[in-house]
Structure formats: C-alpha cells, structure tokens
C-alpha cells in the first residue's frame, strides 16, 4: 500500500505531510485509501465522494482521526518536527469535516483530548519558524483553546488559555 500517495491524495493541500515517515502508518479502510489512490483523484470531496459510494460517509471522520493520532504519536514518541505543522492542519481540517457534517459533539470530544498536545508544540513551532509564522500558528492554537475553555468550563483549559496567551505576548515583544 502507498499510504503517503494515498494520503497526500485526500490532502493535496498539506505539502508538510510530504515529510511525515508514514511506514509505521497503518490506516483504516486500507482498500478504500488504495481505491481513491487508483481512482486519479484528489482531495477531500472526492474522497468523500468514494467513502459515500462504498463504505460510508463515516470512513472519512476515521480516517482524519486515525491521521491525527498517528501524527500525535510520531510527535509525542520521537518528538518529530515535521509533523508539527501537518498536526495543527489535520486537527482544523477534521474540525471543519465534523461539523459541516453536524458532528458537533464529536468535533467537543477531540478537541478536548487533543488541543494540549498543540499547546505544547507552539516552542517547537517558535524554535523553527520565523517570528509571523510562529505568531500566525500561536494565535490559531489561542482561538481553539478559547474554544475549549469557554466549551468545557474546566480550569485545565483555563490555565492552558492562560499559557497560550503569554506565550503569544512574549513572541509579539521579541
């Protein structure tokens, strides 16, 4: 299987996921992934067209599930760079996936598991990228952790707001 083709297909738009070891990748609905990759067409539509066709709408919420928790992994277990940026990507991509398919709730339960793991990847972010790339990435991790905080009223996310915020401040007086 060529997941990395298969998966740059769904996501032609991430050119960072070109960087991302994916051998140790082992996606769901595999015969789907190599049936859109046969198929010549890209993108997340016609993925979605093709799950619809054949498995189900619902393959395609696993399969960006399943992509993030593998970047995730390669972050927290190696402590990769190049799947930092792809991470906070899939993340709002599989947002915006879930709740244009009215999976709100679903889209609560991620972002509650997984928005502290892009908190901790803003200093890797900084160490790397100039000072308006970091910025640009610190404000968009800001307004998804605001968006847990005011969702979950949980002081976990609160000290995160807290973190995030004077973290972006300390970047925009450098």
Do not use: C
Request: charged share 30%; glycine share 6%; no cysteine.
């Amino acid at each position: 299987m060529r997941t990395k083709e298969a998966i740059m297909a769904i996501l032609p738009e991430l050119e960072e996921l070109e960087e991302v070891d994916f051998r140790q990748y082992a996606p769901p609905y595999p015969n789907l992934l190599k049936a859109f990759l046969e198929s010549g067409e890209k993108g997340l539509p016609a993925f979605q067209r093709l799950a619809e066709e054949t498995v189900g709408k619902e393959a395609v919420g696993h399969v960006l599930l399943s992509l993030l928790q593998y970047l995730l992994i390669r972050y927290r277990r190696f402590g990769e760079y190049a799947v930092v940026k792809p991470t906070v990507k899939v993340f709002l991509t599989l947002k915006g996936w879930l709740t244009e398919n009215g999976l709100t709730e679903d889209w609560h339960r991620i972002l509650g598991s997984f928005v502290g793991y892009l908190v901790t990847m803003l200093p890797i972010i900084v160490e790397h990228e100039d000072k308006e790339t970091a910025l640009s990435y610190t404000k968009l991790v800001e307004s998804l952790v605001e968006e847990a905080s005011e969702k979950f009223n949980n002081e976990y996310y609160d000290e995160l707001l807290t973190r995030v915020r004077e973290f972006r401040k300390k970047i925009e007086e450098d």
